[in-house]
């Protein structure tokens, strides 16, 4: 009997060798005997039944392997970086066709990274045994040539998922559309979203959701958390439960771009804390033991600039130009110990840090800080008179 490694799976050579389920977005990680048997399925000729029995048991009922050949693409592996490059952020472009009054982004300046740009970018991020493209904006779909970015994308072997706020879909690009996954922004329900994102968009971006659940595209979506949706968020859980959403992302927006500008939506961490309770799912960036946030992530801007995240956008740590590699090698990530969460009280780390990994760096306005939100979050801004 042959084996062959499944389509939709992809050899990942990170920290851990594994493997990747692309469709299903989840990681197998493996020993070094179990990695190059593996490595022989992937290939035409597949391999034999002379490895572990119970093994190969295993990865026929997890789908793994199978049978049959597969005739695709399988990239050469290299090892990856350390810490492993696994999250890109692209924001192809910073153009959108809404005005949201919390968006980080402020004023677009009309940028947008050209399509020989990102083919090279996304070829160093396979390189780089990337797992999940993030596809951002501003309005991804406002590119001026996103219909060729789109053919790009099943070249290559990781995960695919387009951010949008849903207005420019419809059930033709539904069909076109090379991406494993929509996540849509949702801001309340009718009331909560149109006080952020404008009058008629609420209705529009619900179709869109359904139609894409129909379409059998996994859907997620984002919620930020503003001072017109509070009393929404029992509400949205039910429902999008019940339409099929995979994953529900809460979360705070920073005081950056267009916040700034409309203070009356913000709110305080004492109130926003218990919120961030609410979603569901896997989220979109893995952590890592030991680190802060961000550790596997990498935001490239529209301006070509490459940053730690998209909220670091005036102090970026290179350029496509330099190359995707050479900008994530001068990344530094955090270490939990060096938080001041780390030692709060009595020489003792928070107990929730492990859990919440110190929260959001930016959002802390300090690279070592207590992120005020999580911790009224976690509820333990009173605990043994720790303080804000």
Known sequence: MRYYLSDG???KWLETPSVYDIKEDELYELDNDAFEFLKRCSGTDGCSDIADAEFIEYCISEGILNTEVIDTKRPPLFKSPVPSLRYLELQITDKCNLKCRHCYIGKPENNEISVHEIKAVLSEF???QGLRLLLTG???LMHSYFDEINLLLPEYNFRKILFTNGLLLNKKIFKELNVDEIQFSVDGMEHGHEAIR??????????????????????????????ENLGEFGEMDRLFREIGVKDW???????????????????SPEITGRYLNYGFGGGLHGGGE???????LVSVLANGNICKCAFYSSDPVGNVKEGLRNSWEKTRPIKLKELECFNLFDGLACRFIDICRGGCRFRAEDAYKKDLYK??????????????
């Open 138 to 140: 501003g309005e991804p």
């Open 9 to 11: 799976f992809a050899l």
């Open 290 to 296: 030991g680190f802060a946030c961000g550790l596997h």
């Open 249 to 267: 992302t809460v979360d705070v927006p920073c005081v950056a771009g267009n916040l700034k500008d409309n203070p009356v939506f913000q709110v």
């Open 126 to 128: 396979e390189e780089m």
């Open 198 to 227: 404008g009058k008629g968009t609420y209705k529009i971006v619900m179709q869109r959701i359904n139609d894409a659940v129909e379409a059998g595209i996994a859907v997620s979506v984002a919620t930020m958390v503003h001072r």
């Open 375 to 388: 911790c009224y979050g976690y509820g333990i801004m009173e605990h043994q008179g720790m303080k804000p």
